[in-house]
Protein backbone atom coordinates (compact mmCIF):
# COMPACT_ATOMS: atom_id res chain seq x y z
CA UNK A 1 0.00 0.00 0.00
CA UNK A 2 0.86 3.58 -0.49
CA UNK A 3 2.05 5.84 2.42
CA UNK A 4 0.60 8.41 1.26
CA UNK A 5 -2.06 9.72 3.25
CA UNK A 6 -4.33 10.53 0.45
CA UNK A 7 -6.73 7.85 -1.25
CA UNK A 8 -5.45 7.40 -4.95
CA UNK A 9 -7.67 6.05 -7.59
CA UNK A 10 -7.39 5.20 -11.28
CA UNK A 11 -11.01 6.36 -12.29
CA UNK A 12 -12.60 9.62 -12.93
CA UNK A 13 -14.54 11.23 -9.42
CA UNK A 14 -17.50 13.34 -8.67
CA UNK A 15 -16.19 17.49 -8.86
CA UNK A 16 -17.24 16.96 -4.41
CA UNK A 17 -15.02 13.83 -4.43
CA UNK A 18 -11.87 15.59 -5.84
CA UNK A 19 -12.20 17.99 -3.04
CA UNK A 20 -12.46 15.16 -0.80
CA UNK A 21 -9.18 13.75 -2.30
CA UNK A 22 -7.63 17.56 -1.76
CA UNK A 23 -9.05 17.31 1.72
CA UNK A 24 -7.24 14.31 2.47
CA UNK A 25 -4.03 15.50 0.79
CA UNK A 26 -3.69 17.93 3.63
CA UNK A 27 -4.49 15.76 6.28
CA UNK A 28 -8.08 17.56 6.78
CA UNK A 29 -9.57 14.85 8.28
CA UNK A 30 -12.79 16.53 9.77
CA UNK A 31 -13.37 18.12 6.54
CA UNK A 32 -13.26 15.40 4.31
CA UNK A 33 -15.70 13.24 6.78
CA UNK A 34 -17.92 15.91 6.42
CA UNK A 35 -17.80 16.35 2.70
CA UNK A 36 -18.69 12.68 2.28
CA UNK A 37 -21.53 12.69 4.98
CA UNK A 38 -22.57 15.99 2.54
CA UNK A 39 -22.59 13.87 -0.58
CA UNK A 40 -24.21 10.86 1.55
CA UNK A 41 -27.09 13.73 1.98
CA UNK A 42 -27.94 13.68 -1.55
CA UNK A 43 -27.25 10.46 -2.66
CA UNK A 44 -27.31 8.00 0.36
CA UNK A 45 -25.98 5.29 -1.64
CA UNK A 46 -23.24 6.59 -3.22
CA UNK A 47 -20.41 3.75 -3.14
CA UNK A 48 -17.48 5.93 -3.21
CA UNK A 49 -18.43 8.40 -0.39
CA UNK A 50 -18.92 5.64 1.68
CA UNK A 51 -15.22 4.24 0.48
CA UNK A 52 -13.59 7.13 1.20
CA UNK A 53 -15.71 7.40 4.59
CA UNK A 54 -13.67 4.29 5.41
CA UNK A 55 -10.72 5.28 4.63
CA UNK A 56 -11.50 8.50 6.48
CA UNK A 57 -12.63 6.54 9.59
CA UNK A 58 -9.51 4.32 9.35
CA UNK A 59 -6.86 6.80 9.37
CA UNK A 60 -8.75 9.02 12.62
CA UNK A 61 -8.58 5.12 14.24
CA UNK A 62 -12.37 4.31 14.11
CA UNK A 63 -11.64 0.88 13.02
CA UNK A 64 -15.28 -0.22 13.78
CA UNK A 65 -17.32 2.98 11.54
CA UNK A 66 -14.08 2.22 9.01
CA UNK A 67 -15.36 -1.12 8.69
CA UNK A 68 -18.84 -0.57 8.37
CA UNK A 69 -17.96 2.03 5.58
CA UNK A 70 -15.81 0.45 3.47
CA UNK A 71 -18.11 -3.14 3.26
CA UNK A 72 -20.75 -0.86 2.66
CA UNK A 73 -19.24 0.14 -0.19
CA UNK A 74 -18.61 -2.96 -1.65
CA UNK A 75 -22.33 -4.34 -0.91
CA UNK A 76 -23.46 -0.77 -3.46
CA UNK A 77 -20.89 -1.31 -6.04
CA UNK A 78 -19.56 -5.09 -5.56
CA UNK A 79 -18.19 -4.91 -9.16
CA UNK A 80 -16.14 -1.96 -8.61
CA UNK A 81 -12.62 -3.18 -7.83
CA UNK A 82 -11.75 0.49 -5.86
CA UNK A 83 -14.25 -0.94 -3.11
CA UNK A 84 -12.48 -3.99 -2.22
CA UNK A 85 -9.00 -2.29 -2.56
CA UNK A 86 -10.37 0.36 -0.02
CA UNK A 87 -11.54 -2.61 1.72
CA UNK A 88 -8.40 -4.62 1.73
CA UNK A 89 -6.99 -1.03 3.24
CA UNK A 90 -8.85 -1.31 6.12
CA UNK A 91 -8.07 -4.32 6.61
CA UNK A 92 -4.43 -3.31 6.84
CA UNK A 93 -5.02 -0.81 9.35
CA UNK A 94 -6.18 -3.28 11.60
CA UNK A 95 -3.31 -5.66 10.75
CA UNK A 96 -5.60 -8.38 9.17
CA UNK A 97 -3.80 -9.34 6.64
CA UNK A 98 -5.74 -12.42 5.64
CA UNK A 99 -9.15 -10.14 5.03
CA UNK A 100 -7.01 -8.04 3.45
CA UNK A 101 -5.34 -10.33 1.20
CA UNK A 102 -9.07 -11.54 -0.09
CA UNK A 103 -10.30 -7.57 -0.71
CA UNK A 104 -7.18 -7.17 -2.93
CA UNK A 105 -7.40 -10.71 -4.88
CA UNK A 106 -11.04 -9.82 -4.94
CA UNK A 107 -10.41 -6.36 -6.68
CA UNK A 108 -8.04 -7.66 -9.51
CA UNK A 109 -10.55 -10.54 -10.28
CA UNK A 110 -12.78 -8.13 -11.29
CA UNK A 111 -10.52 -6.31 -13.23
CA UNK A 112 -6.88 -7.84 -13.97
CA UNK A 113 -5.69 -4.47 -15.32
CA UNK A 114 -5.89 -2.76 -11.68
CA UNK A 115 -2.15 -1.66 -11.06
CA UNK A 116 -3.62 -0.12 -8.09
CA UNK A 117 -4.96 -3.51 -6.47
CA UNK A 118 -2.14 -5.69 -7.76
CA UNK A 119 0.49 -3.52 -5.73
CA UNK A 120 -1.51 -3.42 -2.77
CA UNK A 121 -2.01 -7.37 -3.00
CA UNK A 122 1.31 -7.59 -3.38
CA UNK A 123 2.49 -5.26 -0.34
CA UNK A 124 -0.01 -7.54 1.52
CA UNK A 125 1.45 -10.86 0.98
CA UNK A 126 5.14 -9.73 1.50
CA UNK A 127 4.32 -8.73 5.05
CA UNK A 128 2.76 -12.24 5.54
CA UNK A 129 6.06 -13.33 4.41
CA UNK A 130 4.41 -15.17 1.19
CA UNK A 131 7.50 -13.92 -1.04
CA UNK A 132 6.77 -15.85 -4.35
CA UNK A 133 3.13 -14.33 -4.76
CA UNK A 134 4.20 -11.43 -3.63
CA UNK A 135 6.86 -10.49 -6.51
CA UNK A 136 4.46 -11.85 -9.15
CA UNK A 137 1.29 -9.30 -8.14
CA UNK A 138 4.34 -6.41 -7.97
CA UNK A 139 5.49 -7.53 -11.47
CA UNK A 140 1.74 -7.70 -12.63
CA UNK A 141 0.78 -3.89 -11.32
CA UNK A 142 4.67 -2.76 -12.96
CA UNK A 143 3.72 -4.87 -16.40
CA UNK A 144 0.68 -2.84 -16.51
CA UNK A 145 2.55 0.60 -15.40
CA UNK A 146 5.61 0.71 -15.63
CA UNK A 147 6.04 4.09 -14.17
CA UNK A 148 4.91 3.22 -10.14
CA UNK A 149 7.32 4.37 -8.13
CA UNK A 150 5.54 3.29 -5.11
CA UNK A 151 5.71 -0.14 -6.32
CA UNK A 152 9.48 -0.29 -7.39
CA UNK A 153 10.07 0.52 -3.69
CA UNK A 154 8.26 -2.28 -2.14
CA UNK A 155 9.56 -4.27 -4.72
CA UNK A 156 13.09 -3.50 -3.99
CA UNK A 157 12.47 -4.22 -0.02
CA UNK A 158 11.38 -7.57 -1.03
CA UNK A 159 14.14 -8.20 -2.84
CA UNK A 160 15.92 -7.14 0.14
CA UNK A 161 14.38 -9.57 2.21
CA UNK A 162 15.53 -12.16 -0.40
CA UNK A 163 19.11 -10.57 -0.73
CA UNK A 164 19.23 -10.19 -4.47
CA UNK A 165 20.44 -6.42 -3.56
CA UNK A 166 21.39 -5.78 -7.05
CA UNK A 167 18.06 -6.01 -8.55
CA UNK A 168 16.81 -4.07 -5.53
CA UNK A 169 19.47 -1.23 -5.79
CA UNK A 170 17.85 -1.17 -9.62
CA UNK A 171 14.08 -1.01 -8.23
CA UNK A 172 14.95 2.18 -5.50
CA UNK A 173 17.05 3.57 -8.66
CA UNK A 174 13.75 3.35 -10.92
CA UNK A 175 11.67 4.66 -8.17
CA UNK A 176 13.48 7.80 -7.92
CA UNK A 177 13.38 8.36 -11.52
CA UNK A 178 9.46 8.13 -12.14
CA UNK A 179 9.11 10.39 -8.63
CA UNK A 180 11.91 12.47 -8.50
CA UNK A 181 9.80 14.08 -5.45
CA UNK A 182 9.84 10.62 -3.39
CA UNK A 183 12.43 11.40 -0.60
CA UNK A 184 11.99 7.95 0.30
CA UNK A 185 12.93 6.13 -2.82
CA UNK A 186 16.83 7.64 -2.11
CA UNK A 187 16.77 6.90 1.46
CA UNK A 188 16.24 3.26 0.26
CA UNK A 189 18.82 3.44 -2.04
CA UNK A 190 21.36 5.20 0.04
CA UNK A 191 21.08 2.89 3.03
CA UNK A 192 21.77 -0.05 0.90
CA UNK A 193 24.29 1.60 -0.92
CA UNK A 194 26.21 2.33 2.65
CA UNK A 195 25.44 -1.31 3.17
CA UNK A 196 28.05 -2.23 0.34
CA UNK A 197 30.34 0.87 1.67
CA UNK A 198 29.25 3.19 -1.04
CA UNK A 199 29.14 5.50 1.80
CA UNK A 200 29.96 8.98 0.03
CA UNK A 201 27.24 8.24 -2.99
CA UNK A 202 25.15 7.30 0.00
CA UNK A 203 25.39 10.74 1.80
CA UNK A 204 24.43 12.69 -1.21
CA UNK A 205 22.19 10.58 -1.35
CA UNK A 206 20.50 10.84 1.97
CA UNK A 207 21.26 14.98 1.75
CA UNK A 208 18.91 14.66 -1.28
CA UNK A 209 16.12 12.80 0.40
CA UNK A 210 16.13 15.64 3.26
CA UNK A 211 16.16 18.30 0.40
CA UNK A 212 12.70 17.24 -0.55
CA UNK A 213 11.68 15.96 2.98
CA UNK A 214 13.04 17.60 6.09
CA UNK A 215 11.14 15.48 8.38
CA UNK A 216 12.19 12.37 7.17
CA UNK A 217 13.29 10.73 10.15
CA UNK A 218 15.11 7.48 8.43
CA UNK A 219 17.15 9.82 6.19
CA UNK A 220 18.26 11.92 9.09
CA UNK A 221 19.36 8.64 10.73
CA UNK A 222 21.22 7.01 7.45
CA UNK A 223 22.77 10.57 7.18
CA UNK A 224 23.95 10.57 10.91
CA UNK A 225 25.32 6.88 10.58
CA UNK A 226 26.76 7.73 6.80
CA UNK A 227 28.60 10.88 8.79
CA UNK A 228 30.22 8.60 11.56
CA UNK A 229 31.53 6.22 9.01
CA UNK A 230 33.29 8.94 7.08
CA UNK A 231 34.53 10.37 10.86
CA UNK A 232 32.62 13.40 11.20
CA UNK A 233 31.67 13.39 14.22
CA UNK A 234 30.29 16.42 14.88
CA UNK A 235 28.18 16.66 11.45
CA UNK A 236 26.83 13.09 12.84
CA UNK A 237 25.73 14.80 15.69
CA UNK A 238 24.34 17.61 14.30
CA UNK A 239 22.45 15.15 12.47
CA UNK A 240 20.70 13.05 15.72
CA UNK A 241 20.18 16.83 17.12
CA UNK A 242 17.68 17.31 14.45
CA UNK A 243 15.88 13.92 15.25
CA UNK A 244 15.65 14.92 18.92
CA UNK A 245 14.15 18.15 18.19
CA UNK A 246 11.56 16.83 16.39
CA UNK A 247 11.19 13.45 18.57
CA UNK A 248 12.71 14.36 21.89
CA UNK A 249 11.45 10.86 23.17
CA UNK A 250 13.54 9.22 20.45
CA UNK A 251 15.65 6.18 22.01
CA UNK A 252 17.71 5.71 19.15
CA UNK A 253 18.99 9.01 18.23
CA UNK A 254 18.98 9.49 22.00
CA UNK A 255 21.72 6.84 22.41
CA UNK A 256 23.79 7.57 19.31
CA UNK A 257 23.94 11.55 20.19
CA UNK A 258 24.64 10.40 24.02
CA UNK A 259 27.25 7.84 22.34
CA UNK A 260 29.45 10.82 20.33
CA UNK A 261 28.78 14.02 22.28
CA UNK A 262 32.44 15.44 23.79
CA UNK A 263 33.46 15.87 27.16
CA UNK A 264 33.11 19.26 26.27
CA UNK A 265 29.14 18.59 26.70
CA UNK A 266 26.87 21.34 24.64
CA UNK A 267 24.43 23.08 26.21
CA UNK A 268 21.63 20.80 26.00
CA UNK A 269 23.48 17.29 26.88
CA UNK A 270 22.72 17.48 30.47
CA UNK A 271 19.08 17.78 29.59
CA UNK A 272 19.06 14.81 27.32
CA UNK A 273 21.50 13.39 29.95
CA UNK A 274 18.73 13.44 32.64
CA UNK A 275 16.55 12.68 30.13
CA UNK A 276 18.01 9.40 29.11
CA UNK A 277 18.23 7.92 32.86
CA UNK A 278 14.87 8.92 33.51
CA UNK A 279 13.43 6.60 30.57
CA UNK A 280 16.21 3.58 30.81
CA UNK A 281 14.77 3.39 34.53
CA UNK A 282 11.12 3.56 33.60
CA UNK A 283 9.23 0.77 33.47
CA UNK A 284 7.08 2.09 30.45
CA UNK A 285 9.71 2.26 28.46
CA UNK A 286 10.06 -0.25 25.91
CA UNK A 287 12.57 -3.16 26.09
CA UNK A 288 14.47 -1.89 22.49
CA UNK A 289 14.43 1.21 23.61
CA UNK A 290 15.79 0.80 26.98
CA UNK A 291 18.49 -1.14 24.88
CA UNK A 292 19.44 1.68 22.80
CA UNK A 293 19.66 4.41 25.40
CA UNK A 294 21.92 2.01 27.68
CA UNK A 295 24.25 1.05 25.36
CA UNK A 296 24.42 5.16 24.95
CA UNK A 297 24.63 5.70 28.47
CA UNK A 298 27.58 3.18 29.06
CA UNK A 299 29.42 4.78 26.33
CA UNK A 300 28.75 8.06 27.77
CA UNK A 301 30.03 7.32 31.09
CA UNK A 302 32.73 5.28 29.89
CA UNK A 303 34.62 8.02 27.91
CA UNK A 304 34.40 10.37 31.43
CA UNK A 305 35.83 7.38 32.76
CA UNK A 306 32.46 7.24 35.03
CA UNK A 307 32.94 3.42 35.30
CA UNK A 308 30.54 2.21 38.13
CA UNK A 309 27.54 4.85 35.79
CA UNK A 310 28.53 3.22 32.53
CA UNK A 311 28.73 -0.19 33.97
CA UNK A 312 24.97 0.24 35.74
CA UNK A 313 23.67 1.47 32.16
CA UNK A 314 25.40 -1.35 30.54
CA UNK A 315 23.93 -3.70 32.72
CA UNK A 316 20.31 -2.44 32.05
CA UNK A 317 20.60 -1.72 28.32
CA UNK A 318 22.36 -5.43 28.03
CA UNK A 319 19.18 -7.17 30.21
CA UNK A 320 16.70 -5.03 27.38
CA UNK A 321 18.27 -6.81 24.87
CA UNK A 322 18.64 -10.44 26.00
CA UNK A 323 14.65 -10.03 27.50
CA UNK A 324 13.94 -9.07 23.74
CA UNK A 325 16.22 -10.90 21.88
CA UNK A 326 16.55 -13.67 24.12
CA UNK A 327 19.86 -15.79 24.91
CA UNK A 328 22.84 -17.74 23.45
CA UNK A 329 21.68 -21.14 21.94
CA UNK A 330 24.73 -22.70 23.13
CA UNK A 331 23.45 -26.23 22.28
CA UNK A 332 23.22 -25.35 19.20
CA UNK A 333 26.57 -23.32 18.58
CA UNK A 334 28.16 -26.37 19.85
CA UNK A 335 26.55 -28.91 17.65
CA UNK A 336 27.23 -26.39 14.40
CA UNK A 337 30.81 -26.16 15.34
CA UNK A 338 31.43 -30.47 16.11
CA UNK A 339 29.64 -30.03 12.28
CA UNK A 340 31.94 -28.10 11.27
CA UNK A 341 35.02 -30.29 12.40
CA UNK A 342 33.73 -33.41 11.71
CA UNK A 343 33.03 -32.62 7.72
CA UNK A 344 36.05 -30.21 6.99
CA UNK A 345 39.00 -32.25 6.94
CA UNK A 346 42.22 -31.98 4.71
CA UNK A 347 40.65 -35.19 3.10
CA UNK A 348 37.53 -33.12 2.33
CA UNK A 349 39.82 -29.96 1.22
CA UNK A 350 42.18 -32.96 -1.03
CA UNK A 351 39.66 -34.05 -3.00
CA UNK A 352 38.62 -30.55 -3.99
CA UNK A 353 41.26 -28.97 -4.57
CA UNK A 354 40.76 -28.10 -8.01
CA UNK A 355 37.66 -26.49 -7.09
CA UNK A 356 37.19 -22.71 -7.23
CA UNK A 357 39.82 -20.09 -8.88
CA UNK A 358 43.22 -20.07 -8.25
CA UNK A 359 43.45 -15.62 -7.32
CA UNK A 360 45.72 -14.85 -4.31
CA UNK A 361 44.05 -11.41 -4.13
CA UNK A 362 41.17 -11.89 -1.19
CA UNK A 363 42.38 -11.78 2.65
CA UNK A 364 39.85 -12.82 4.68
CA UNK A 365 40.42 -10.88 8.39
CA UNK A 366 38.72 -12.92 11.27
CA UNK A 367 38.38 -13.40 14.79
CA UNK A 368 35.60 -12.25 17.65
CA UNK A 369 34.15 -8.56 16.83
CA UNK A 370 36.26 -5.87 18.89
CA UNK A 371 39.56 -8.27 18.63
CA UNK A 372 41.53 -5.65 16.29
CA UNK A 373 40.15 -6.80 13.19
CA UNK A 374 39.55 -2.95 12.22
CA UNK A 375 43.17 -1.95 13.35
CA UNK A 376 44.36 -4.73 11.30
CA UNK A 377 42.28 -3.85 8.22
CA UNK A 378 42.98 -0.08 8.73
CA UNK A 379 46.69 -0.85 8.51
CA UNK A 380 46.69 -2.81 5.62
CA UNK A 381 44.42 -0.41 3.78
CA UNK A 382 47.63 2.16 3.89
CA UNK A 383 49.64 0.29 1.95
CA UNK A 384 49.42 1.60 -1.89
CA UNK A 385 49.06 -2.02 -2.63
CA UNK A 386 46.24 -3.13 -1.01
CA UNK A 387 42.60 -2.06 -0.14
CA UNK A 388 40.22 -2.99 2.89
CA UNK A 389 36.11 -3.56 1.97
CA UNK A 390 35.28 -3.72 5.31
CA UNK A 391 32.65 -6.15 6.47
CA UNK A 392 31.17 -7.83 3.84
CA UNK A 393 28.36 -9.73 4.07
CA UNK A 394 28.85 -11.26 0.67
CA UNK A 395 30.95 -14.73 1.74
CA UNK A 396 27.68 -15.61 4.50
CA UNK A 397 24.82 -14.02 1.82
CA UNK A 398 26.78 -16.59 -1.17
CA UNK A 399 26.87 -19.76 1.34
CA UNK A 400 23.26 -19.36 1.93
CA UNK A 401 22.67 -19.60 -1.98
CA UNK A 402 24.67 -22.28 -2.58
CA UNK A 403 22.63 -24.11 0.01
CA UNK A 404 20.58 -27.42 -1.62
CA UNK A 405 17.25 -27.12 -0.29
CA UNK A 406 15.33 -25.17 2.89
CA UNK A 407 16.45 -28.14 5.02
CA UNK A 408 19.93 -27.73 4.68
CA UNK A 409 22.14 -25.72 7.31
CA UNK A 410 24.41 -23.08 6.80
CA UNK A 411 27.38 -24.43 7.90
CA UNK A 412 26.64 -27.27 4.97
CA UNK A 413 27.61 -24.93 2.27
CA UNK A 414 30.77 -25.96 0.99
CA UNK A 415 29.89 -29.70 1.00
CA UNK A 416 27.22 -28.66 -1.42
CA UNK A 417 29.41 -26.76 -3.94
CA UNK A 418 29.99 -28.76 -7.34
CA UNK A 419 33.58 -27.44 -9.27
CA UNK A 420 31.35 -25.57 -11.89
CA UNK A 421 29.23 -23.90 -8.98
CA UNK A 422 32.29 -23.36 -7.19
CA UNK A 423 33.56 -20.99 -9.99
CA UNK A 424 30.15 -19.61 -10.43
CA UNK A 425 30.61 -18.54 -6.86
CA UNK A 426 33.68 -17.50 -6.88
CA UNK A 427 33.46 -15.31 -9.39
CA UNK A 428 30.31 -13.51 -7.76
CA UNK A 429 32.23 -13.10 -4.42
CA UNK A 430 35.16 -11.31 -6.76
CA UNK A 431 32.93 -9.09 -8.31
CA UNK A 432 31.31 -8.01 -4.56
CA UNK A 433 35.00 -7.66 -3.16
CA UNK A 434 36.37 -5.57 -6.02
CA UNK A 435 33.72 -3.19 -6.02
CA UNK A 436 35.10 0.27 -5.14
CA UNK A 437 38.41 -0.82 -4.98
CA UNK A 438 41.02 0.70 -7.38
CA UNK A 439 42.08 -1.25 -10.16
CA UNK A 440 45.69 -3.23 -9.57
CA UNK A 441 45.19 -3.81 -5.75
CA UNK A 442 47.44 -6.88 -5.06
CA UNK A 443 45.64 -7.97 -2.11
CA UNK A 444 42.05 -7.18 -0.98
CA UNK A 445 40.57 -7.86 2.61
CA UNK A 446 37.29 -8.58 3.53
CA UNK A 447 37.14 -7.84 7.82
CA UNK A 448 33.87 -9.56 8.35
CA UNK A 449 34.97 -10.84 11.88
CA UNK A 450 32.68 -14.03 11.95
CA UNK A 451 34.13 -15.13 8.56
CA UNK A 452 35.61 -18.16 10.62
CA UNK A 453 32.21 -19.93 10.48
CA UNK A 454 32.75 -19.99 6.99
CA UNK A 455 36.36 -20.62 5.97
CA UNK A 456 35.79 -23.50 4.41
CA UNK A 457 33.38 -22.24 1.35
CA UNK A 458 35.68 -19.76 1.61
CA UNK A 459 38.69 -22.03 1.14
CA UNK A 460 36.86 -24.38 -1.85
CA UNK A 461 36.20 -20.89 -3.75
CA UNK A 462 39.76 -19.40 -3.04
CA UNK A 463 42.40 -22.67 -2.54
CA UNK A 464 45.15 -19.54 -2.17
CA UNK A 465 43.50 -17.12 -0.25
CA UNK A 466 44.95 -16.19 3.01
CA UNK A 467 43.51 -15.56 6.39
CA UNK A 468 44.51 -13.31 9.11
CA UNK A 469 43.02 -14.18 13.04
CA UNK A 470 42.71 -11.65 15.38
CA UNK A 471 42.62 -11.89 19.03
CA UNK A 472 43.24 -10.11 22.37
CA UNK A 473 42.34 -10.58 26.18
CA UNK A 474 39.10 -12.48 26.86
CA UNK A 475 38.10 -10.64 29.40
CA UNK A 476 38.97 -7.15 27.34
CA UNK A 477 37.16 -8.51 24.14
CA UNK A 478 34.14 -9.56 26.30
CA UNK A 479 34.01 -6.36 27.88
CA UNK A 480 34.31 -4.25 24.90
CA UNK A 481 31.40 -6.53 22.99
CA UNK A 482 29.13 -6.08 26.06
CA UNK A 483 29.34 -2.56 26.00
CA UNK A 484 28.47 -2.08 22.20
CA UNK A 485 25.41 -1.90 20.36
CA UNK A 486 25.11 -5.07 18.60
CA UNK A 487 22.58 -6.30 16.06
CA UNK A 488 19.98 -7.89 18.37
CA UNK A 489 20.63 -11.53 16.22
CA UNK A 490 24.10 -11.60 17.71
CA UNK A 491 22.39 -12.98 21.00
CA UNK A 492 26.17 -13.87 22.60
CA UNK A 493 26.42 -10.17 23.28
CA UNK A 494 24.74 -9.59 26.22
CA UNK A 495 25.72 -12.00 29.12
CA UNK A 496 29.28 -12.81 30.06
CA UNK A 497 28.57 -16.10 30.48
CA UNK A 498 27.22 -16.26 27.41
CA UNK A 499 30.34 -14.59 25.68
CA UNK A 500 32.77 -17.16 27.48
CA UNK A 501 30.51 -20.04 25.92
CA UNK A 502 30.91 -18.08 21.83
CA UNK A 503 34.77 -17.29 23.11
CA UNK A 504 35.61 -20.96 24.04
CA UNK A 505 33.49 -22.44 20.48
CA UNK A 506 35.33 -19.72 18.06
CA UNK A 507 38.90 -21.03 19.75
CA UNK A 508 37.76 -24.23 19.09
CA UNK A 509 37.22 -23.89 15.51
CA UNK A 510 39.91 -21.73 14.71
CA UNK A 511 42.51 -24.37 16.43
CA UNK A 512 40.38 -27.02 13.72
CA UNK A 513 41.20 -24.71 10.71
CA UNK A 514 44.98 -24.36 12.08
CA UNK A 515 44.94 -28.30 11.69
CA UNK A 516 43.08 -29.25 8.51
CA UNK A 517 42.27 -26.21 6.56
CA UNK A 518 44.63 -25.61 3.45
CA UNK A 519 44.86 -22.00 3.41
CA UNK A 520 47.84 -19.72 5.40
CA UNK A 521 46.20 -18.28 8.74
CA UNK A 522 48.30 -15.55 10.63
CA UNK A 523 47.68 -15.08 13.86
CA UNK A 524 47.45 -11.58 15.20
CA UNK A 525 47.55 -10.68 18.54
CA UNK A 526 45.71 -7.10 19.52
CA UNK A 527 48.02 -6.52 22.43
CA UNK A 528 51.28 -7.38 20.47
CA UNK A 529 49.82 -4.51 17.54
CA UNK A 530 49.97 -1.55 20.13
CA UNK A 531 52.71 -2.71 21.93
CA UNK A 532 55.11 -2.93 18.73
CA UNK A 533 53.00 -1.24 15.53
CA UNK A 534 55.50 -1.28 12.87
CA UNK A 535 57.05 -5.12 13.87
CA UNK A 536 53.47 -6.70 13.54
CA UNK A 537 53.22 -4.87 10.51
CA UNK A 538 55.69 -5.92 8.62
CA UNK A 539 54.72 -9.51 9.93
CA UNK A 540 51.62 -8.65 8.24
CA UNK A 541 53.23 -7.31 4.40
CA UNK A 542 55.51 -10.19 5.11
CA UNK A 543 52.88 -12.45 5.76
CA UNK A 544 50.42 -11.29 1.86
CA UNK A 545 53.48 -10.65 0.38
CA UNK A 546 53.98 -7.15 -0.22
CA UNK A 547 57.02 -4.85 0.36
CA UNK A 548 57.14 -2.74 3.20
CA UNK A 549 55.98 0.30 3.10
CA UNK A 550 55.99 3.38 5.96
CA UNK A 551 52.32 4.78 5.27
CA UNK A 552 51.49 1.20 7.29
CA UNK A 553 52.32 3.32 10.47
CA UNK A 554 50.19 6.21 9.53
CA UNK A 555 46.98 3.96 9.60
CA UNK A 556 44.75 6.37 11.51
CA UNK A 557 45.41 8.90 8.59
CA UNK A 558 43.90 7.18 5.87
CA UNK A 559 40.91 8.99 4.53
CA UNK A 560 38.37 6.13 4.14
CA UNK A 561 35.16 4.67 5.33
CA UNK A 562 34.94 2.44 8.59
CA UNK A 563 31.50 0.98 8.81
CA UNK A 564 32.23 -0.51 12.31
CA UNK A 565 32.31 0.52 16.18
CA UNK A 566 35.84 0.88 15.92
CA UNK A 567 35.56 4.00 13.47
CA UNK A 568 36.95 6.58 15.68
CA UNK A 569 39.97 4.40 17.54
CA UNK A 570 41.44 3.30 14.09
CA UNK A 571 41.09 7.24 13.18
CA UNK A 572 43.95 8.33 16.39
CA UNK A 573 47.38 7.04 16.59
CA UNK A 574 48.21 3.92 18.07
CA UNK A 575 47.45 3.68 22.30
CA UNK A 576 47.25 0.58 24.76
CA UNK A 577 44.54 2.15 26.86
CA UNK A 578 42.48 -0.58 25.63
CA UNK A 579 44.89 -3.11 27.33
CA UNK A 580 43.55 -4.69 30.33
CA UNK A 581 40.44 -2.61 29.98
CA UNK A 582 38.47 -5.05 32.25
CA UNK A 583 40.23 -4.35 35.67
CA UNK A 584 38.67 -0.87 35.75
CA UNK A 585 35.34 -2.29 35.94
CA UNK A 586 36.42 -5.39 37.89
CA UNK A 587 34.79 -4.37 40.69
CA UNK A 588 31.15 -2.96 39.30
CA UNK A 589 31.05 -6.40 36.75
CA UNK A 590 32.15 -8.90 38.78
CA UNK A 591 30.76 -11.84 36.54
CA UNK A 592 33.09 -10.56 33.88
CA UNK A 593 35.67 -12.28 35.98
CA UNK A 594 34.26 -15.32 36.99
CA UNK A 595 32.70 -16.24 33.06
CA UNK A 596 36.04 -16.50 31.69
CA UNK A 597 37.83 -18.26 34.91
CA UNK A 598 38.29 -20.85 32.98
CA UNK A 599 40.13 -19.02 30.07
CA UNK A 600 43.73 -19.67 32.37
CA UNK A 601 45.49 -18.25 29.35
CA UNK A 602 44.49 -15.13 28.59
CA UNK A 603 47.34 -14.49 26.46
CA UNK A 604 47.07 -17.70 24.25
CA UNK A 605 46.75 -17.37 20.48
CA UNK A 606 43.89 -19.65 19.71
Given at each position: ?134 FDALKRALQIDATRAETYLTLGNLLVEAEQLEDAIQCFQWAAVHDPSMSRARSRLAQELS ?412
Open positions: MTTSTAIKSERPQSPLLQEVQKALEEQNWSAARQLCREQLEINLNDPDAYRYLGQIHSLMGEREQALQSAIRSTELAPEDPRTWSDLGRVYIRGQAWPKAIESFSKAVELDPQYADGWHNLGSALKKTGDRERAQQGNVKQAEALFRQSLGLDPDDISSWFGLGRTLEDLGQAEAALGCYRNVLRRYPGNALALGQYLSLVKDEEDEQSGMWLVHAHKALGSDQTPEEAKALLGYGLAKYHDRRRQFRLAAEAGMLGNAARRKKAGPLDRDALTARVDHIMQTYTKEFFQARQHYGVGTDQPVFIVGLPRSGTTLTEQILSAHPQMHGTGELPDLARLAGQALHDEGDAPWQAALRLTEMKSRQFSYRYLDALRQGAPRGRLRISDKQPLNFFQLAFAAVLFPNARVIYCHRGVRDNALSIWLENFNPDQRYSTDFSDLAWFTGESRRIMRHWHAELPLFILDVRYEETVADLEGQARRLTNFLGVPWDDRCLDFHQVDRAVQTPSRWQVRQPIYTRSVDRWKTYQEYLPDLDAAFAGFHDDRMSV
